[in-house]
């Protein structure tokens, strides 16, 4: 009963999917200026502010299907390696007042990408 590794791979799909979505339609209502002005004080052309659409949006809705799921997971994992040098590099030794790392989030996120990219999107998919 216990060992499902298809629910497994598609409860974690599911899980990273929908929690990254969140955070791309959130960026489409709110706009990516702010994304745009962080990559321009790094002296990244604003224009690479579209790719977080792409790790956010996209990619996402890729791996809740199920469709090129581990092109989906090295998609949401150089977003995530983006955010984290780009815009949480302050924050690696850091720790929030209730004692928890403060990039506890991004680095689940990715995380979670990689071991995605490692098993594969599992039986629980559309097939492409």
């Known amino acids: 009963m216990l060992n499902q590794p298809d629910l497994a791979r598609l409860i974690l799909r599911l899980a990273l999917g ?68 780009l815009a949480h590099q302050h924050e690696l030794l850091a720790l929030k007042a209730n004692g928890g790392w403060a990039l506890e989030l991004p680095a689940l996120f990715l995380v979670n990408a990689v071991v995605i990219l490692m098993l594969g999107p599992g039986r629980y998919r559309v097939h492409s």
Do not use: Q
């Not at 502010?49 to 581990?70: K, S, Y």
């Open 18 to 85: 929908f929690l990254i979505l969140l955070h791309g339609i959130s960026k489409l209502l709110n706009g990516i200026g702010p994304i745009e002005n962080l990559l321009a004080a790094h002296g990244l052309p604003a224009i690479l502010a579209w790719g977080v659409l792409i790790g956010e949006i996209l990619a996402p809705a890729m791996l809740i299907l199920g469709v090129h799921t581990r092109v989906a997971a090295v998609l949401v994992t150089i977003n995530m390696v983006f955010a984290l040098v």
